[in-house]
Protein backbone atom coordinates (compact mmCIF):
# COMPACT_ATOMS: atom_id res chain seq x y z
CA UNK A 1 0.00 0.00 0.00
CA UNK A 2 1.59 3.27 -0.69
CA UNK A 3 1.84 6.18 1.65
CA UNK A 4 -0.53 8.57 -0.34
CA UNK A 5 -3.15 5.94 0.26
CA UNK A 6 -2.36 5.30 3.71
CA UNK A 7 -2.08 9.06 4.63
CA UNK A 8 -5.37 9.59 2.71
CA UNK A 9 -6.97 6.89 4.66
CA UNK A 10 -5.64 8.43 8.40
CA UNK A 11 -6.58 11.57 6.95
CA UNK A 12 -10.32 10.64 6.09
CA UNK A 13 -10.10 8.31 9.87
CA UNK A 14 -9.31 11.91 11.37
CA UNK A 15 -11.86 13.45 9.71
CA UNK A 16 -14.45 10.85 10.46
CA UNK A 17 -13.06 10.91 14.51
CA UNK A 18 -13.47 14.81 14.34
CA UNK A 19 -17.06 14.45 12.56
CA UNK A 20 -17.88 12.23 15.69
CA UNK A 21 -16.69 14.63 18.43
CA UNK A 22 -18.09 17.00 16.67
CA UNK A 23 -21.45 15.78 16.74
CA UNK A 24 -21.35 14.70 19.82
CA UNK A 25 -20.33 17.99 20.74
CA UNK A 26 -23.40 19.57 19.53
CA UNK A 27 -25.54 16.58 21.09
CA UNK A 28 -24.14 17.79 24.46
CA UNK A 29 -24.57 21.62 23.23
CA UNK A 30 -28.24 20.86 22.80
CA UNK A 31 -29.02 19.07 25.93
CA UNK A 32 -26.81 21.92 28.10
CA UNK A 33 -28.90 24.35 26.36
CA UNK A 34 -32.24 22.18 26.86
CA UNK A 35 -30.94 22.08 30.66
CA UNK A 36 -30.59 25.65 30.83
CA UNK A 37 -33.50 26.44 29.69
CA UNK A 38 -35.35 23.84 32.18
CA UNK A 39 -33.25 25.28 34.47
CA UNK A 40 -34.71 29.26 33.63
CA UNK A 41 -38.30 27.91 33.45
CA UNK A 42 -38.15 26.23 36.76
CA UNK A 43 -36.70 29.39 38.51
CA UNK A 44 -39.09 31.53 36.79
CA UNK A 45 -42.03 29.15 38.65
CA UNK A 46 -39.97 29.49 41.63
CA UNK A 47 -39.71 33.32 41.32
CA UNK A 48 -43.88 33.78 40.28
CA UNK A 49 -44.30 30.97 43.75
CA UNK A 50 -42.73 33.72 45.81
CA UNK A 51 -44.56 36.00 44.20
CA UNK A 52 -47.70 34.48 44.77
CA UNK A 53 -46.96 33.70 48.48
CA UNK A 54 -45.80 37.45 48.94
CA UNK A 55 -49.03 38.30 47.39
CA UNK A 56 -51.50 36.13 49.90
CA UNK A 57 -49.34 36.72 52.86
CA UNK A 58 -50.03 40.91 51.86
CA UNK A 59 -53.81 39.83 51.67
CA UNK A 60 -53.87 38.26 54.90
CA UNK A 61 -52.48 41.25 56.34
CA UNK A 62 -54.35 43.72 54.84
CA UNK A 63 -57.33 41.54 56.07
CA UNK A 64 -55.96 41.10 59.52
CA UNK A 65 -55.68 44.83 59.66
CA UNK A 66 -59.34 45.30 58.20
CA UNK A 67 -60.45 43.39 61.07
CA UNK A 68 -58.49 45.03 63.78
CA UNK A 69 -60.12 48.10 62.08
CA UNK A 70 -63.41 46.61 62.09
CA UNK A 71 -63.81 45.69 65.65
CA UNK A 72 -61.96 49.08 66.63
CA UNK A 73 -65.24 50.78 65.39
CA UNK A 74 -68.57 51.48 67.12
CA UNK A 75 -71.38 48.39 67.76
CA UNK A 76 -75.06 49.48 66.86
CA UNK A 77 -78.06 47.72 67.81
CA UNK A 78 -81.79 47.90 67.74
CA UNK A 79 -83.69 48.71 70.82
CA UNK A 80 -87.16 49.31 72.02
CA UNK A 81 -90.46 48.03 70.02
CA UNK A 82 -90.82 48.01 66.18
CA UNK A 83 -94.65 49.04 65.63
CA UNK A 84 -95.54 50.79 61.97
CA UNK A 85 -97.87 53.38 63.42
CA UNK A 86 -100.04 55.82 61.83
CA UNK A 87 -99.45 59.67 62.34
CA UNK A 88 -102.05 62.20 62.47
CA UNK A 89 -101.72 62.61 58.77
CA UNK A 90 -102.65 59.20 58.30
CA UNK A 91 -99.14 57.92 57.06
CA UNK A 92 -97.46 55.10 58.42
CA UNK A 93 -94.28 55.19 60.17
CA UNK A 94 -91.73 52.88 62.05
CA UNK A 95 -89.41 54.85 64.51
CA UNK A 96 -86.05 52.45 65.17
CA UNK A 97 -83.79 53.55 67.96
CA UNK A 98 -80.66 52.61 67.06
CA UNK A 99 -78.31 52.46 70.23
CA UNK A 100 -74.58 52.90 69.93
CA UNK A 101 -73.41 49.92 72.62
CA UNK A 102 -69.50 50.80 71.75
CA UNK A 103 -67.02 52.60 70.00
CA UNK A 104 -65.18 55.18 69.50
CA UNK A 105 -67.41 58.85 69.52
CA UNK A 106 -68.23 59.81 66.08
CA UNK A 107 -68.96 63.08 64.68
CA UNK A 108 -70.96 61.79 61.36
CA UNK A 109 -73.54 59.52 61.68
CA UNK A 110 -75.87 58.68 58.26
CA UNK A 111 -78.39 56.19 58.08
CA UNK A 112 -79.85 54.65 54.75
CA UNK A 113 -83.31 52.55 54.90
CA UNK A 114 -84.34 50.62 51.93
CA UNK A 115 -86.46 47.33 51.50
CA UNK A 116 -90.34 46.05 50.00
CA UNK A 117 -92.68 48.70 51.67
CA UNK A 118 -90.38 51.02 52.87
CA UNK A 119 -90.82 54.57 51.24
CA UNK A 120 -87.19 56.08 53.07
CA UNK A 121 -86.03 57.80 56.05
CA UNK A 122 -88.65 61.16 57.24
CA UNK A 123 -86.49 63.55 58.36
CA UNK A 124 -89.03 65.03 60.37
CA UNK A 125 -91.79 62.34 61.79
CA UNK A 126 -94.42 65.12 61.63
CA UNK A 127 -93.63 65.77 57.88
CA UNK A 128 -94.75 63.78 54.72
CA UNK A 129 -91.16 63.72 52.70
CA UNK A 130 -89.10 61.16 52.79
CA UNK A 131 -85.61 60.69 51.55
CA UNK A 132 -83.46 57.68 51.29
CA UNK A 133 -80.44 58.57 53.51
CA UNK A 134 -80.40 60.96 56.62
CA UNK A 135 -77.45 62.26 58.82
CA UNK A 136 -78.34 62.11 62.53
CA UNK A 137 -75.06 64.16 63.48
CA UNK A 138 -72.55 63.05 66.26
CA UNK A 139 -72.87 60.18 68.71
CA UNK A 140 -71.24 58.28 71.41
CA UNK A 141 -71.04 55.01 73.55
CA UNK A 142 -74.47 54.72 75.23
CA UNK A 143 -76.28 57.47 72.93
CA UNK A 144 -79.67 56.83 71.55
CA UNK A 145 -80.31 57.55 67.45
CA UNK A 146 -84.24 57.79 66.29
CA UNK A 147 -85.10 57.18 62.81
CA UNK A 148 -88.41 57.37 61.26
CA UNK A 149 -88.98 55.10 58.50
CA UNK A 150 -91.86 55.95 56.18
CA UNK A 151 -93.55 52.68 55.25
CA UNK A 152 -96.09 51.90 52.45
CA UNK A 153 -99.91 52.01 52.99
CA UNK A 154 -100.58 48.98 51.38
CA UNK A 155 -97.80 46.46 52.39
CA UNK A 156 -97.52 43.10 53.85
CA UNK A 157 -96.69 42.64 57.83
CA UNK A 158 -94.03 42.56 59.01
CA UNK A 159 -91.58 44.27 56.88
CA UNK A 160 -88.10 43.86 56.67
CA UNK A 161 -85.87 47.33 56.97
CA UNK A 162 -82.49 47.23 55.96
CA UNK A 163 -80.26 49.68 58.05
CA UNK A 164 -77.06 50.88 56.69
CA UNK A 165 -75.13 52.94 59.07
CA UNK A 166 -72.14 55.14 57.85
CA UNK A 167 -69.80 56.59 60.40
CA UNK A 168 -66.77 58.56 60.56
CA UNK A 169 -64.62 58.67 64.48
CA UNK A 170 -64.60 62.21 65.71
CA UNK A 171 -60.72 61.62 66.79
CA UNK A 172 -59.36 60.39 63.37
CA UNK A 173 -60.48 60.30 59.87
CA UNK A 174 -61.77 56.05 60.64
CA UNK A 175 -64.84 55.01 58.59
CA UNK A 176 -67.20 52.20 59.28
CA UNK A 177 -70.38 51.00 58.00
CA UNK A 178 -72.37 48.47 60.12
CA UNK A 179 -75.51 47.05 58.66
CA UNK A 180 -78.77 45.55 60.66
CA UNK A 181 -82.17 44.34 59.62
CA UNK A 182 -85.30 45.27 61.72
CA UNK A 183 -88.74 43.74 61.39
CA UNK A 184 -91.66 46.12 61.78
CA UNK A 185 -94.90 45.15 62.33
CA UNK A 186 -98.37 46.19 62.58
CA UNK A 187 -99.53 46.72 65.90
CA UNK A 188 -102.23 44.28 66.71
CA UNK A 189 -105.91 45.63 67.32
CA UNK A 190 -105.88 44.83 70.69
CA UNK A 191 -102.52 46.73 71.39
CA UNK A 192 -103.60 49.54 69.48
CA UNK A 193 -106.93 49.83 71.50
CA UNK A 194 -104.93 49.83 75.12
CA UNK A 195 -102.64 52.61 73.48
CA UNK A 196 -105.34 54.89 72.99
CA UNK A 197 -107.04 54.69 76.48
Known sequence: ????????IAGAAVSAVAAGVAVWQAVLAK?????????ALSARRQADAAEAQVQLMQRQIDGEERERH??????????GNRWINEDGQGQLRATLRLLQ?????????????????VEGVRPDPNDLG???SLYLGASSADAQLEVCVGIEYRHVS????????DCVARDSASAWTRDLTANVETRPAAVRTLHRR
Open 31 to 39: QQAQTAQDS
Open 158 to 165: PVQVSVRI
Open 101 to 117: KGGPALSSVKVTVSGNY
Open 1 to 8: MNTQAVVA
Open 130 to 132: VQP
Open 70 to 79: DTRGPIFTLV
